[in-house]
């Protein structure tokens, strides 16, 4: 099972960045896919995820209305839209899978983690 994090970079406040999850060796129709960020010195932070069973997205109040999750099957991949972004979403976001059911927000429901892509917002 490998779960493989792209897309980040540096961008400047109000900017939009896609990130994406590209799952292999697991059937997303089976996982929830979660993204989370992780700032220095900073605790882990649950930023989105997308029920696999009916496709329900939900999101960390810092980011709703500004991030949407969508995924396709044809490519096995969810993806991160980030707009509007400002200098508090710089961290390095990491996607997360899992078969808990609900809204997991703790990383330590997930069972499966991407190597992280980093998200810089400067000027």
């Known amino acids: 099972v490998q779960l493989q994090a792209s897309g980040g970079g540096l961008v400047q406040p109000g900017g939009s960045l896609r990130l994406s999850c590209a799952a292999s060796?697991?059937?997303?129709?089976?996982?929830?896919i979660g993204w989370f960020r992780q700032s220095p010195g900073k605790q882990r932070e649950w930023v989105s995820c997308?029920?696999?069973?009916?496709?329900?997205?939900y999101f960390a109040e810092s980011v709703k209305g500004r991030f949407t999750i969508s995924r396709d099957n044809a490519k096995n991949t969810v993806y991160l839209q980030m707009n509007s972004l400002n200098p508090e979403d710089t961290a390095v976001y990491y996607c997360?899978?899992?078969?808990?059911?609900?809204?997991?927000?703790?990383?330590?429901?997930?069972?499966?983690w991407g190597q992280g892509t980093l998200v810089t917002v400067s000027s």
């Open positions: 997360a899978a899992t078969t808990v059911i609900g809204v997991p927000k703790q990383p330590t429901s997930y069972y499966y």
């Open positions: 060796g697991l059937n997303l129709d089976y996982y929830a």
């Open positions: 997308m029920s696999s069973r009916d496709g329900s997205r």
